[in-house]
C-alpha cells in the first residue's frame, strides 16, 4: 500500500540554523500538508499546497517557513532560522481529491 | 471557524472492554468528521471517516463512529477492545472541500491492560 515517507525520522538543530524537512508524498495524490505536534499538545496545521502554490496556511506559518515542491516526488518544509521553540514533531499529509488526508510518520525536530 | 474538543484526556480501560472516545465539533458550516490513531513512535492513521450519508461508520480494527448533528458529536466506539489499541486518538474536522486544514481535538490517550 503506498505511504507517505519523511526524512530524516529525527534532526538536531542550534537555534538560529536553517532545516529542510522532507517529504515523498503518495504519487498520484494532488494536495500537500505540513502539521506540527509539540510535545503534549495538539496536531496543529501549518501549510497546504496544490499546484505549485500554497492554498492555506495557518497564522504559524510565518516568514520564517517556506515550501516547496522542487521535483515531481518531493515536498519540502524550511525553517530559515529556528528557534527553541519549533522543537516539534512535524507530519506532512497528502490526499487526492478527496477529503482525507494521509500522514507520514513524522521528524522530530529537537531545536538546542 | 471550527474546534474540535474531545472531553477524556485519558481512557483506562480492561482488554475486552467495551469504550467510547468522545468528540464534539463547533463549525458553522458543515464538516467531515474523521478519527485518526496516533501508535507509539508513529505517525497518524485514519480510522474513520464521516463525509456524508449514514451516521453510522465502521472503520478499520473495529471501530465505528456516529454522527449526531443535532448534538455536533462524533464519538468513537468499539464493543472489545484489545491491548495493542493501546494508542493516541484524535478527532478532526475539515470544511468539505478537498485540500483544507484539518482541525484536531487534543486527543485521548486509550490505555488497555489485562
Known amino acids: 500500500e503506498p505511504e507517505v515517507t519523511q526524512t530524516p525520522s529525527h534532526q538536531v538543530t542550534q537555534m538560529g540554523q536553517e532545516v529542510i524537512l522532507r517529504c515523498v508524498p503518495i504519487?498520484?495524490?494532488?494536495?500537500f500538508y505540513w502539521y506540527r505536534q509539540i510535545l503534549g499538545q495538539k496536531v496543529e496545521f501549518l501549510v497546504s499546497f496544490y499546484n505549485n502554490e500554497i492554498s492555506e496556511k495557518s497564522e504559524i506559518f510565518d516568514d520564517q517557513f517556506s515550501v516547496e515542491r522542487p521535483d515531481g516526488s518531493n515536498f519540502t518544509l524550511k525553517i530559515r532560522s529556528t528557534k527553541l521553540e519549533d522543537s516539534a514533531m512535524y507530519f506532512c499529509?497528502?490526499?487526492?481529491?478527496?477529503?482525507?488526508?494521509?500522514f507520514g510518520p513524522g521528524t522530530r525536530l529537537t531545536v538546542t | 471557524a471550527q474546534s474540535v474538543t474531545q472531553l477524556d484526556s485519558q481512557v483506562p480501560v480492561f482488554e475486552e472492554a467495551p469504550v467510547e472516545l468522545r468528540c464534539n465539533y463547533s463549525?458553522?458550516?458543515?464538516?467531515?468528521l474523521f478519527w485518526y490513531v496516533q501508535y507509539p513512535n508513529q505517525g497518524l492513521q485514519l480510522l474513520l471517516k464521516?463525509?456524508?450519508?449514514?451516521?453510522l461508520v465502521k472503520g478499520i480494527n473495529g471501530f465505528e463512529a456516529e454522527f449526531n448533528k443535532s448534538q455536533t458529536s462524533f464519538h468513537l466506539r468499539k464493543p472489545s477492545v484489545h491491548i495493542s489499541d493501546t494508542a493516541e486518538y484524535f478527532c478532526a474536522v475539515s470544511p468539505p472541500q478537498a485540500g483544507t486544514a484539518l482541525i484536531f481535538g487534543k486527543g485521548t490517550t486509550l490505555s488497555v491492560s489485562s
Open positions: 499529509a497528502s490526499s487526492e481529491r478527496a477529503p482525507e488526508q494521509y
Open positions: 464521516y463525509l456524508s450519508g449514514s451516521t
Open positions: 463549525s458553522s458550516v458543515s464538516v467531515y
Open positions: 504519487s498520484n495524490h494532488l494536495y
